[in-house]
């Protein structure tokens, strides 16, 4: 069995999940988050500009954790490895993606959305994982079902999560934190409206702790 590298899920009670178009926003928008007291941030490979964005976070912000989502191949996590991403999100688990995963010695969050591949990741010593799509595949219930038979895994819901929705999944005793893109409004990012992000990062920071 390997070993993650864990700790991911104990930055920040919401993981922003960022899509970048225009790489000169990368910088601003993660300084952003970080004035807000969000530390973390996950760039998708869903777009060109995103292992520049990566690289240039990493490069500039040193006191931000970022991290390269949406990795469905093996070929993609070596990218982000280059371009210096500091953890790994994949939306499932494939033997494959988690072997290239395991591999890079970074801290990397599986997807997951049933019993049976928790319990295929505990197997292979992996106890934190993304569990997605959060509200599409049974929400707060459904995880708060899989907490009695399966304390180990720790989860960071994704898809679908919201700041009302968030306390309710923070809650439960088996989640770190959880993932969203709704920190990062597109349209803010293409106005270039900073105060607007940080002013959703603080209200993020601030969950969990009530
Ligand atoms: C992801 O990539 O994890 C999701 O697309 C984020 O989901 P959200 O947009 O519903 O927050």
């Known amino acids: 069995t390997s070993t993650q590298p864990t700790g991911v899920l104990d930055v ?6 960022v899509v970048i178009e225009d790489v000169d926003t990368a910088v601003p928008l993660a300084r952003a988050l970080a004035s807000g007291g969000v530390r973390i941030v996950e760039v998708t490979l869903r777009s060109d500009a995103a ?4 690289e240039r976070i990493a490069t500039e912000l040193p006191d931000v954790l970022v991290g390269a989502g949406t990795l469905t191949t093996p070929a993609q996590v070596k990218d982000a490895v280059g371009a210096g991403a500091r953890f790994l999100v994949s939306p499932g688990s494939t033997p494959t993606l988690l072997d290239a995963m395991a591999d890079t010695g970074l801290p990397y ?6 019993a049976s591949e928790v319990l295929a ?8 994982m993304k569990f997605f799509p959060a509200e599409a595949a049974g929400g707060h219930p459904f995880l ?7 304390p180990r895994a720790r989860f960071c819901p994704t898809g679908g999560i919201t700041p009302l929705n968030a306390p309710n999944y923070l809650a439960l005793p088996t989640v770190g934190c959880v993932g969203g ?3 990062s409004p597109a349209d803010a990012v293409s ?9 959703l990062a603080t209200q993020a920071a601030s969950l969990g702790l009530t």
């Open 191 to 199: 106005t270039g409206d900073w105060t607007c992000v940080t002013q």
């Open 109 to 114: 969050l599986p997807g997951v959305s049933t």
């Open 144 to 150: 708060k079902a899989l907490t009695g038979p399966l």
């Open 12 to 17: 920040s009670p919401v993981i922003p999940v």
């Open 51 to 54: 292992l520049t964005a990566i």
């Open 181 to 183: 893109s709704w920190l």
């Open 121 to 128: 990741m505990l197997e292979r010593g992996v106890t934190e």
